[in-house]
């Protein structure tokens, strides 16, 4: 289109040194030509125009859409990563409290086993003061015993019988006296 109008000013050059150039018709075709194309070129450069316009919005609005999402996606990045922070913290104090909790039955457990071994220390040492009365007593009640024994040998050997029927007698009315 272009070539054609620039023969046709060309042609219309070549022919206006010979004649004038308004005098000429073909320059006057290319004049009318120029303005028809000038006057249909606006309709369809606004049609381009308005068509890059639109596709400028539709382009800005994909752009303003994808700032709002990069800004939306940022926001959840930066509270997934302070939830993140937050967990982990919770975790450190939940296992800080964990151990704390660990040392302090620990430390209960010793204590409860320090008081039981006190305890049967206690009960084992009474157990062995019971079993040594016992066998004091034991050992007493055979001296007992044998001094008895000895004694009344002793006495019936040794004693008449007019004494011992009198000693037998006495011991015998102490005996209720004795008893009370």
Do not use: C
Not at 83 to 91: D, F, G, M, S, V
Not at 104 to 127: G, I, N, V
């Amino acid at each position: 289109m272009l070539i054609s109008i620039a023969n046709a000013a060309e042609h219309a050059a070549g022919h206006a040194e010979h004649v004038g150039f308004f005098s000429d018709p073909e320059t006057w075709v290319a004049i009318t030509w120029l303005i028809v194309v000038g006057l249909l070129a606006r309709p369809v450069f606004r049609g381009i125009t308005a068509g890059l316009d639109l596709r400028r919005e539709k382009i800005r609005a994909r752009i303003e859409e994808a700032e709002r999402l990069r800004t939306e996606a940022q926001e959840l990045l930066s509270t997934y990563q302070r939830k993140q922070r937050e967990a982990l913290a919770e975790a450190k104090d939940i296992i800080a409290h964990a151990k704390a909790e660990a040392e302090r039955h620990a430390a209960q457990a010793t204590r409860d086993l320090e008081d039981l071994l006190r305890r049967r220390e206690h009960q084992a040492m009474e157990r062995i003061a019971q079993a040594e009365a016992e066998a004091v007593r034991d050992v007493r009640n055979t001296a007992v015993d044998i001094a008895m024994t000895a004694t009344q040998r002793l006495i019936a050997d040794k004693m008449p019988a007019a004494q011992a029927a009198a000693l037998v007698d006495a011991a015998i009315k102490d005996l209720p006296d004795r008893l009370h």
